[in-house]
């Protein structure tokens, strides 16, 4: 089995080619991207890998939190390949990425990881990561610019992709992490239960009549 990772709920989007037993074939991306070029990025991991669709039997999608526009696209592509298909779907979280990318880079102990949620306010949730994968200590929630940084003054390891928050250390969501967080899985998702991590409740407001009636043409 081969699984097809994307990760596109930060500033740098990724793909990434895994087989079952977690080795990566082949990864492209990592770089910032002003867009997210989905389908470049696939075509140029399966080039490296010498790689054919109809090789992919997975897909391990980065649900976020992060990017809601790069999540969206993400998802859309893997539920599209899926009908196309008839490939398996993980759904995983990018937090997760980000702290066993922090593990594997040699970081230990706690750290917390730090995502913008936009409103002056960040999800946050602490890890341990002196064991594999690295765990979750708590559950991912939301606090204010002025909590995270009560966090990093008693001394917090903040880790995350925000470039622009004090005190923390620039780690991204990668590809080839999910690719591996992946690997002997089975708790594989129809296409129409990919949702992206979003704690708030979405509200929509409906539209108000036009004040004047619209001329029929």
Known sequence: MKILAFEFSSAQRSVAVATADGKIVSATGNIPERTTR??????????KGGIGR????CIAVGLGPGSYTGVRVAISIAQGWQLARGVKLLGLSSIDAIAERARLNGVKGRVTCVVDAQRQEFYVAPYDLSVAPARPIQSLHI????????????????????????????????????????????????????????LR????????????PVPAK
């Not at 989905?38 to 080039?47: G, R, S, T």
């Not at 109809?54 to 039997?57: H, S």
């Not at 409740?201 to 004047?212: G, I, L, S």
């Open 54 to 57: 109809n090789e992919i039997d």
């Open 201 to 212: 409740e979405t509200a929509f407001v409906k539209a108000p009549p036009p004040r004047f």
């Open 143 to 198: 606090e204010t610019l002025a909590q995270v940084k009560e966090r990093a003054a008693g001394g917090e390891l903040l880790i995350g992709p925000e470039q622009s928050l004090p005190g923390n250390h620039l780690i991204f969501p990668d590809a080839e992490v999910l690719a591996k967080l992946g690997t002997g899985r089975s708790d594989f998702l129809s296409g129409d239960k990919l949702e992206p991590i979003y």
């Open 38 to 47: 989905a389908f470049a990025l696939i075509e140029e991991a399966f080039a």
